[in-house]
């Protein structure tokens, strides 16, 4: 919190929309119009800016959220969840009515599809109140999710010194916008998925689009599913990562985790390679269980994982800093 006007440090401020999801797996087929279909699980989970925020804290970041948050249960819920991880709400925006941002994920045939319902309105109004909460703050990254109008946004975070990192949503008119690069040559770090870096650039390999990205930011990292992704930045080369076997569950949230495993791993000073190895690691536990933030690894889990690779995570308090 705010300390007599003294801006207050973080490690991570994570900005964008907090989910209520809806999650169900096991289904034997998709509904047909006018049919019901019984599916063998399902579960209900924080989504959006929700699962990057937890996921970070987890792996001991100090993590702020700024988002809007509706009066209503639903809402209230995730807030909660979110103190409850240690997730700083001070920041958020309240909306003074019930306000639930839903979104139903189904997981058929080993991928998944959404349908979402999320206020544009309450979106214009959060970028409103982030440009003023940003003077207050002293994040050393903030994490965006690239949205039309955002720019400005994207502008005033780099002019107040701290690093930048974004991701972006399937949308195919924004993914083709002019605006998008734009916001994206404000960035330190840019993490799209395949599917979306291909539209962006053009290009058809995942390759192309990584080499045609870097022009625009310093780190690219695109990810691809079970088939890991490719990154670049000022130090490596395209390379090539695997992504690690593991049983899935359910892929909900999996690029979040794997974007607050490659945030944790920078801010504890190691490169990009080695930051990838951790957001690897969190996206393969992620998707193991219902929901984006349900198995999101622990600092102790990941550190068992990282002893390998010769460097551990301390959680922010016992960094000193």
């Known amino acids: 919190m705010e300390d007599d006007g003294v801006p207050v440090k973080f490690d991570l401020v994570v900005h964008g929309i907090c989910f209520a ?58 807030k909660r969840w979110l103190d409850d991880e240690g997730v700083d709400t001070t920041w958020t925006y309240d909306v003074p009515e019930p306000r639930p941002y839903v979104t139903v994920a189904m997981n058929h045939g080993g991928d998944r599809g959404f349908l979402t319902y999320v206020s544009s309105e309450d979106e214009d109004r959060l970028m409103e109140h982030s440009l003023g909460v940003f003077d207050r703050l002293v994040p050393r990254w903030v994490h965006l999710g690239a949205r039309p109008g955002g720019l400005a946004l994207a502008r005033r975070i780099k002019a107040l010194g701290g690093q930048l990192s974004l991701d972006v949503g399937w949308n195919p008119s924004w993914l083709r916008d002019p605006e998008l690069l734009e916001i994206v040559q404000c960035a330190d770090l840019f993490l799209p998925n395949r599917s979306e870096a291909q539209l962006m650039t053009n290009t058809s390999t995942i390759e192309a689009a990584v080499e045609r990205l870097s022009l625009y ?48 791993g920078l801010i ?19 998707v193991q269980a219902l929901g984006g933030s349900t198995n999101s690894p622990t600092w102790m889990q ?11 995570l301390t959680p922010w308090r016992d960094r000193g800093d």
């Open 21 to 78: 999801d809806l999650i169900y797996s096991e289904i034997p087929h998709l509904p047909e119009p006018g049919e019901e279909v019984f599916c063998g699980d399902f579960g209900f989970s924080g989504g959006g800016a929700f699962i990057t925020a937890v996921a970070a804290a987890r792996l001991g970041l100090k993590v702020a959220i700024v988002a809007p948050f509706g009066s209503g249960a639903l809402e209230q819920v995730l």
């Open 302 to 312: 990941a550190n068992a994982y990282l002893r390998s690779y010769g460097w551990q």
């Open 268 to 286: 504890h000073g190691v490169d990009l390679d080695q930051a990838v190895k951790l957001g690897s690691f969190c996206g393969r536990e992620s």
């Open 217 to 264: 930011t310093g780190r690219v990292v695109v990810t691809d599913g079970e088939r890991g992704g490719a990154f670049k930045d000022e130090v490596h080369p395209l390379r090539r990562f695997e992504a690690d076997p593991a049983p899935i569950k359910d892929t909900t949230g999996a690029g979040d985790n794997f974007t607050a495993g490659v945030l944790a």
